[in-house]
């Protein structure tokens, strides 16, 4: 028997490849899960195009060992124990977490609490904990087993979105904010607007008072971003000068292009906060050292986490956060046209192809791909 696992090159992520390895034996302690189906977004393309620099290449590391130029993109999704050398985790459980782009991992289960475990892996130890945890669906208060496509595709992208919001809201959106009703309300640029975590965290945004929601997206995709009805305005990358640049701004970057973060901080003479979020645009991903205004700080979703577990402790914070959820969940699929159309594919080559069409940008912006490399 063997598993199988999807590599990329890490200076060139159009150039992907799957990798065969025999299935290594379980050592005491371990688990071995066959990944059923995954999501696969923009998002995932920021993890490749950040994998050096917020480590999630260390994750997966490749079977093969060619650790240097290829790496392996983390996914979240579904998987089922398929074989176990733990007491505690049972053959046939089934878990939610943060998996390798492959057909199997193998897990060290330590800390277990009914809800589920950490992995233990010596070499995750340094990592962050939110991304080596582990749910059982069985008791997971997030779980749905009808909307299993959802919860892959939207969960983690959803709770990225809710810190990012609550990190803005808890900075006072960094003095942008109008200070009074009836005063001028500042701009909440969002850049990458179709994508999906821009999406959730825009209609987190826009139930905020004091701030507009705009949304700075390609031309092709304007009808799409005015359809959610979270923007309250969608301007095109190439008309960010329409806008007042005298008006109080913060620049929520999913983006990662240096061109469109040049036009933001040139454009925007009050621009009071610039956060890095994403690498969508990866043919033209820059950094803002020389940039007029404040320096762009990389958003790093597990600080926040840790940050308000601390003040709220650990299960108001889940509390607030399951229910944040389902509200969510709710809106993205309800109504006559929902958010996200998912599309399932199976198959090795099937996966290549959706990397690529992903990294290239070329999916219609409803559309959410579930991948699978059993055939």
Known sequence: MSVSQVLVRKRQLDDVRVVEVATPP????????RVE???????????????????????YPPLNGEVEEWGCIPVWGFGVVEASAHDGVAVGERLYGYWPMGSHAVL???RLTPAGFVDGAPHRAALHAVYNQFSR?????????DTEAVQALLRPLFTTAWLIDDMLADNHFFGAAASEPGAPRG???VSSASSKTAMATAAHLARRDGVRVVGLTSPRHIAFCESLGVYDQVVAYDEIARLDGDTPAVYVDFA??????????????????SCAIGGTHVADLGGGASLPGPRPVLFFAPAQVRKRAGEWGPAVFQQRLVEAWHAFRTQATAGPV????VQHRHGPEAVLQAHR??????LDARTGLMLSLAV
Request: one cysteine or more.
């Open 187 to 189: 701009l909440l640029l």
């Open 137 to 145: 669906c069985a008791v997971d208060p997030h779980y749905t087993p």
């Open 338 to 341: 929902p958010w996200l159309t």
């Open 108 to 110: 060290q289960p330590e």
């Open 357 to 362: 069409e992903v990294l290239q940008g070329q």
């Open 37 to 59: 189906h995954f999501a696969y977004t923009a998002n995932n393309i920021t993890y490749a195009a950040f994998g050096d620099t917020m480590h999630y290449w260390a994750f």
């Open 26 to 33: 379980l050592a005491a302690g371990q688990v071995r899960v």
């Open 256 to 273: 990662g292009s240096a061109k469109v973060r040049e036009a933001v901080h040139t454009h925007f003479r009050q621009l009071a906060y």
